[in-house]
């Protein structure tokens, strides 16, 4: 298993919420019970080390509405306890107003963003909206794959991933930021 790599960790807190407004951030995946969930577990995990959660504001939704209250996936969650990543969420849809209420919008694979972006079109908003994917910085993969229906080992490709990907869009949106 990789070590989760972070960026630098400043002295103490930044003066985030003076200086400039929480960076919003939602991860989206097909039901909110897999990857997404994860993904925003993975991105909190990284903030409460590096001393950042009060610089940001992070959630995760499906494009579908099939797991609507559900926690996530119990296979994700032992994945992700394993690793010391708590999963705080319940499943959700995105919504409209989602296009508004977040900076970034990170989809999981190709029909999450195309479907997000379809959404886009119908109610327009200032979200950024790309693919988590494209922050990695060791590992590669065109997509962060559904592991729903597949073994334990899927889970845990999931989260080699996820903590790559989250790693590089935390260095990036820091950036973003003017704080690196």
Request: net charge negative; with cysteine; glycine share 8%.
């Given at each position: 298993m990789?070590?989760?790599?972070?960026?630098?960790?400043?002295?103490g807190?930044?003066?985030?919420?003076?200086?400039?407004p929480?960076?919003?951030?939602?991860?989206?995946?097909?039901?909110?019970?897999?990857?997404?969930?994860?993904?925003?577990?993975?991105?909190?995990?990284?903030?409460?080390?590096?001393?950042?959660?009060?610089?940001?504001?992070v959630?995760?939704?499906?494009?579908?509405?099939?797991?609507?209250?559900?926690r996530?996936?119990?296979?994700?969650?032992?994945a992700?306890e394993r690793?010391?990543?708590?999963?705080?969420s319940?499943?959700?849809?995105i919504?409209?107003?989602d296009?508004?209420?977040?900076?970034?919008?990170?989809?999981m694979?190709?029909?999450?963003?195309?479907?997000?972006?379809?959404?886009?079109?119908?109610?327009?908003?200032?979200?950024?909206?790309?693919p988590?994917?494209?922050?990695c910085r060791?590992l590669?993969?065109?997509?962060?794959?559904?592991?729903?229906?597949?073994?334990?080992?899927g889970?845990?490709?999931?989260?080699?991933?996820l903590?790559d990907?989250?790693?590089?869009?935390?260095?990036d949106?820091?950036?973003?930021?003017g704080?690196?």
């Amino acid at each position: 298993m990789p070590s989760m790599p972070t960026p630098q960790s400043p002295s103490g807190p930044e003066p985030c919420g003076a200086q400039a407004p929480p960076t919003r951030v939602l991860f989206v995946c097909m039901g909110n019970i897999c990857r997404s969930p994860a993904a925003e577990g993975v991105f909190l995990h990284l903030l409460a080390e590096a001393e950042l959660a009060h610089c940001f504001r992070v959630d995760s939704a499906g494009t579908g509405g099939w797991h609507v209250g559900h926690r996530a996936d119990r296979r994700m969650l032992a994945a992700a306890e394993r690793r010391g990543i708590h999963l705080p969420s319940r499943a959700r849809q995105i919504e409209a107003a989602d296009l508004q209420r977040f900076d970034h919008i990170l989809t999981m694979d190709a029909d999450n963003l195309a479907a997000v972006q379809r959404l886009e079109r119908q109610a327009p908003g200032g979200a950024r909206i790309s693919p988590l994917i494209d922050h990695c910085r060791q590992l590669r993969s065109h997509e962060v794959p559904d592991p729903y229906y597949g073994g334990e080992d899927g889970f845990e490709r999931v989260l080699d991933l996820l903590e790559d990907a989250c790693a590089g869009l935390l260095e990036d949106l820091l950036q973003e930021r003017g704080q690196s």
